[in-house]
T-cell receptor, first 108, second 114 residues
């Protein structure tokens, strides 16, 4: 079964520290991968997608097909980055599959 | 541009009852997907509607059913509610036939089954 794995339920870092949220996927083809974010009391929203190769709010994510990973990185975490982060990809049926999510807590 | 809206915000039901949740898609979007998000879990795909037809279903029993209307708004119906149906139900819309690109999420409906 196609799945997305986020091994860390909670990641706690200090402001200014680098952060890496891990995501691994199982997909035999060319996946379309996303990171969605949910800030406190806000709805789930797209942070970035691998095809756009953008940096959003200082976050980047590189697709590594060899390791089937799509880790989210930011060199210097900010307190406003504290949120739930979900990695997701479309399965072969075109349906969006989410990981369990990682809660990022950035301490002052 | 109006975003995705969902109603009601919260709902409490008892086991065996039936519930209907509603979603209005973002302007210009003709595809609606529904997700169930249990506490501490990521959203799980229930089903998707494209131009009023079901376009794919996740691993949910038939007592989960849906509709999409000509204005592309949608309903999720759950019959014979079970305690495990307690969750946040999310609706997401997208332009064109989904399967690619961004989905735009509503705020969700929190269902509690007692």
């Amino acid at each position: 079964a196609q799945r997305v794995t986020q091994p860390e339920k909670l990641l706690s870092v200090f402001k200014g520290a680098p952060v890496e949220l891990k995501c691994n996927y199982s997909y035999s083809g060319s996946p379309e991968l996303f990171w969605y974010v949910q800030y406190s009391r806000q709805r789930l929203q797209l942070l970035l997608r691998h095809i756009s190769r953008e940096s959003i709010k200082g976050f980047t994510a590189d697709l590594n097909k060899g390791e089937t990973s799509f880790h989210l990185k930011k060199p210097f975490a900010q307190e406003e980055d504290s949120a739930m982060y979900y990695c997701a990809h479309y399965n072969q049926g075109g349906k969006l599959i989410f990981g369990q999510g990682t809660e990022l807590s950035v301490k002052p | 541009e109006t975003g995705v809206t969902q109603s009601p915000t919260h709902l409490i039901k008892t086991r065996g009852q039936q519930v209907t949740l509603r979603c209005s898609s973002q302007s210009g979007h003709n595809t609606v997907s529904w997700y169930q998000q249990a506490l501490g879990q990521g959203p799980q795909f229930i089903f998707q509607y494209y131009r009023e037809e079901e376009n794919g279903r996740g691993n949910f029993p038939p007592r989960f059913s849906g509709l999409q209307f000509p204005n592309y708004s949608s309903e999720l119906n759950v019959n014979a509610l079970e305690l495990d149906d307690s969750a946040l139900y999310l609706c997401a819309s997208s332009p064109g036939l989904a399967g690619r690109g961004e989905q735009f999420f509503g705020p969700g409906t929190r269902l509690t089954v007692l």
